[in-house]
């Protein structure tokens, strides 16, 4: 994933000063995104176990996302609620590092919380451009949105890592090293599938942004 997201942060950065709010929030999710893979890498090599960098990442990375979909979903209700959330989340996070799995282990409990969140986020803004009356007066399509597709990579990767955060605690767990193995590499050949998918969509969006007038 390290290389992929690298090529698609290029475009981005080059035209970053262009770029609407939210869309540079999906930019910022990239660049942690890509830290995040490099980062694991260098710190399980120096140091060894690298989980405390991996929920340290994931947290902000959700942090990040949470200002993107308050960006892009429309009603104040709503973003109450997402900010509501970051805090519960921030909380959980806290929680499950310190009493329940550690430091030192992958925190599937605060990771399946929040992707879930994340999940329901993406599902809410895809409501919200099927009823969207703007889209609809001026018969724009909502696949020529670049948030459709910000979003549609979003859930993709969010689905398929989903069922990692979900299985990854009980594969700690499991006695049987053939089947932990197994179970691990069908999760993360799935998981690398979805953030490729993602990648792919993001970069669609990118092309749907609209170029200023000069």
């Known amino acids: 994933m390290l290389g992929i997201e690298f090529l698609v942060l290029i475009p981005f950065t080059l035209r970053f000063k262009s770029l609407a709010r939210n ?25 060894g176990n690298n989980m405390i960098f991996v929920n340290t990442m994931t947290l902000l990375q959700f942090y990040i996302l949470s200002m993107f979909y308050a960006t892009v979903i429309k009603g104040l209700n709503i973003r109450k609620v997402v900010r509501m959330l970051t805090l519960i989340i921030s909380i959980v996070f806290v929680a499950d590092i310190m009493f329940v799995e550690g430091h030192k282990a992958f925190n599937s409990i605060f990771t399946s919380i929040r992707t879930l969140v994340l999940l329901v986020y993406g ?70 599938a979805g953030g490729v998918i993602e990648i792919i969509f993001f970069y669609i969006g990118f092309l749907k942004i609209k170029r200023p007038n000069k």
Do not use: H
Request: proline residues 2%; aromatic residues 20%.
């Open 123 to 192: 599902v809410i803004f895809f409501l919200q451009l099927q009823k969207d009356e703007e889209l609809i007066e001026n018969a724009v399509f909502i696949n020529t949105v670049p948030n459709f597709w910000f979003n549609a990579g979003l859930f993709v990767y969010l689905c398929c890592s989903f069922i990692l955060t979900l299985s990854y605690n009980l594969l700690q767990r499991t006695d049987d090293p053939a089947v932990r193995t197994m179970a691990k590499t069908l999760t993360m050949s799935l998981n690398y």
């Open 23 to 47: 869309e540079k929030w999906i930019y910022y999710y990239l660049l942690v995104s890509f830290i995040f893979a490099g980062g694991s890498l260098i710190w399980s090599k120096v140091w």
